[in-house]
């Protein structure tokens, strides 16, 4: 499943969504993971509706996005879309929420998560 991260370095979840200039975007399963694409250069100007707008279309593909902050009207736009913003309140180090994420998908994963794996699958299977 893929999995942003906002981060200035790409190593520590450090950025506010509304205001991070990067997402890292991660491929992660539960026995491999991979830094998979970074997205750059999303405007933070302008209106605030439009800026979650671009974020949420930059993200589709993702199950999840952490941040060391979110909104409320952005949480849950990305709610709506079916990404799941956790919020880490301090810094965080990316390899950190990697490995948890990973022994998760180990053991038994919330139905949310399982069905985020799956529709990765079904994506990778259209595109082959």
């Known amino acids: 499943m893929k ?3 906002t981060s200035s370095s790409g190593e520590i979840i450090d950025q506010h ?3 991070c200039q990067d ?3 991660w491929e992660i399963g ?3 993971a991979h830094l998979h694409t970074t997205i ?3 405007s933070t100007d302008g209106d605030e509706e439009d800026r979650i707008t671009a974020r949420g279309n930059a993200l589709a593909e993702c199950a999840i996005v952490y941040t060391m902050q979110i909104g409320g009207p952005a949480a849950a736009k990305l709610v709506a879309r079916k990404i799941h913003p956790m ?3 301090t810094e965080v180090p990316v390899a950190e929420i990697v490995a948890r994420l990973q022994e998760v998908l ?3 994963p919330p139905p949310w998560m ?4 799956n529709r990765d699958n079904s994506i990778m299977k259209y595109e082959l």
């Open 106 to 108: 180990q053991g038994n």
């Open 23 to 25: 997402f890292h975007i």
């Open 30 to 32: 539960p026995d491999e």
């Open 114 to 117: 399982k069905k985020a794996m």
């Open 87 to 89: 919020k880490t309140n």
């Open 3 to 5: 999995v942003a991260f």
């Open 40 to 42: 750059s250069g999303i």
């Open 17 to 19: 969504f509304g205001q």
